[in-house]
């Protein structure tokens, strides 16, 4: 009898603790502690190779400099969120906007997009416009779906459009350049915009009734007046995307080099527009705090989770299920895609990265997939759980500071059509790879 049982026994128990609620940090360092103890106990684990886990955790965990850019991004974009720039923009490009049907919901798609490229932050992009726009959009006839719907999508571009902090963590589980990765993200974010944008419009000419134009009392009598503002409140966000991209991308900057000087741009934006206080401030520490030791934590429990997953030879069984699948590669890549979109509907968009990103990406290059491609063909799927009943994050977000005349159910109605939207994206990402090809190359 040998222990090749153990590892798959390993990876259904972690499974069972997190869907059970338990913490995946605590789940994935509580099952590897029980199964590194069983395998010693019957022979199939050499205690020994725990002796490895402070150099892990040291030589890899914290003193990883990739990893450093997460706290520098989320530093970004909560300070934004905090010196209300999304307030400005979606208060303005919303009049600009408004004259045309569906107008203030394309404003939201244009404003989700640019908060994406400045703060890569899902949570602020959905709260602010859920506070600021869906109160708009019910008090001229949005329909309800239709208003929930295309904020919390457009809330979750920030997850494939850089800077992206799901990105960065994804390029480090992949072990490739996060500045590749940022470049073959960029097209598939644009177009995925674009094709809320379409829904959008044709929603409107179909629908007209449930997405109206905004009443010719309710628009600027000074077009130029509004131009002019409309320069005003894009122009920081633009510098930023600039000096954060801009320097990745013409390689003058590493992306932690870039995350540093967003968060310090961040910070001077908002002293430049006077709303910096110590209140924000402490604000944004407090949440950048928290959020960055989420990831540490969760990181080293899944360390651990792998190091004894590969004591009991589990990677070696995992890898062998992946690259014998009927039909070779696209049957892994369907594997890969239906396994990260159902995990999605409830565990976080972290816990996935560091569970089955690790497990996923021997295989892949195995099979001879392109790591970046295969990383941002991960990253579509993944801004999915945002958006996927019963626990996707942005409807949570937009669920607590929506005004109680919207149900639930109505939020989860208008989360449909986007969910179909990005997978209608994902694949056109699988069958056109030279979206993500033409920029890197």
């Known amino acids: 009898m040998t222990g090749d049982w153990l590892g798959p026994l390993m990876f259904v128990v972690a499974l069972i603790l997190i869907f059970s609620g338990y913490p995946v940090a605590l789940a994935l360092g509580g099952t590897g502690l029980l199964f590194a103890g069983l395998g010693i106990t019957l022979g199939y684990f050499d ?67 640019l ?41 979750t571009l920030g997850q494939i459009i850089p800077p992206s902090v799901v990105l960065v963590v994804l390029a480090d589980q992949l072990g490739i350049s996060v500045g590749d990765l940022f470049l073959g993200s960029l097209t598939p974010g644009i177009m995925l915009a674009g094709l ?54 013409a390689g003058v900057a590493t992306p932690t080099e870039a995350g540093a ?17 110590w209140s924000a401030l402490r604000a944004t520490v407090e949440e950048t705090t928290k959020l960055t030791c989420m990831v540490t934590l969760l990181l080293i429990g899944s360390t651990f989770f792998a190091l004894v997953f590969r004591g009991l030879y589990g990677d070696i069984w995992i890898h062998d299920l992946l690259t014998n699948l009927p039909g070779g590669k696209i049957g892994f890549l369907v594997l ?52 996927t009943p019963p626990f996707g994050f942005a409807l949570f977000y937009l669920r607590g500071v929506a005004p109680p005349t919207i149900s639930t159910t109505q939020i989860y109605r208008g989360a449909v059509p986007f969910i179909v939207i990005q997978l209608v994206g994902l694949a056109l990402l699988c069958t056109f790879p030279e979206l993500v090809h033409w920029l890197v190359k």
Do not use: H
């Open 336 to 387: 890969a895609n239906l396994a990260v979109f159902i995990l999605g509907f409830f565990i976080d968009f972290f816990e996935i990265a560091f569970i089955i990103v690790p497990l996923l990406a021997p295989a892949a290059k195995a099979l001879g997939i392109d790591p970046v491609w295969f990383g941002v063909m991960i990253g579509m799927n993944l801004q999915t759980s945002f958006l």
């Open 115 to 155: 908060l994406a490229a400045a703060t890569g932050v899902v949570g602020a992009s959905v709260v602010a416009m859920g506070l600021i726009s869906l109160p708009v959009m019910a008090r001229y006839g949005y329909s309800p779906t239709l208003a929930t719907g295309v904020i919390t999508a457009s809330g």
């Open 47 to 113: 205690w020994s190779l725990l002796y490895a886990m402070p150099e892990r955790i040291f030589g890899s965990v914290m003193a990883n400099y990739t990893l450093l850019a997460v706290p520098f991004f989320i530093f970004m974009g909560t300070m934004l969120e905090r010196s209300r720039l999304a307030e400005d923009l979606l208060r303005t490009i919303g009049i600009l906007f408004g004259p045309l049907r569906g107008g203030l919901a394309l404003a939201v798609v244009f404003v989700g997009a």
């Open 261 to 277: 000087l967003g968060a310090v741009g961040a910070t001077a934006l908002a002293a430049i527009s006077r709303r910096l206080s």
């Open 196 to 249: 809320y944008a379409v829904y959008v419009a044709g929603y409107a000419t179909f629908r007209g009734k449930g997405a109206p134009a905004l009443p010719a009392s309710e628009r600027p009598a000074d077009l130029g007046a509004l131009l002019r503002q409309v320069g005003l409140v894009m122009v920081p966000p633009l510098v930023l995307i600039l000096l954060v991209l801009g320097s990745i991308f």
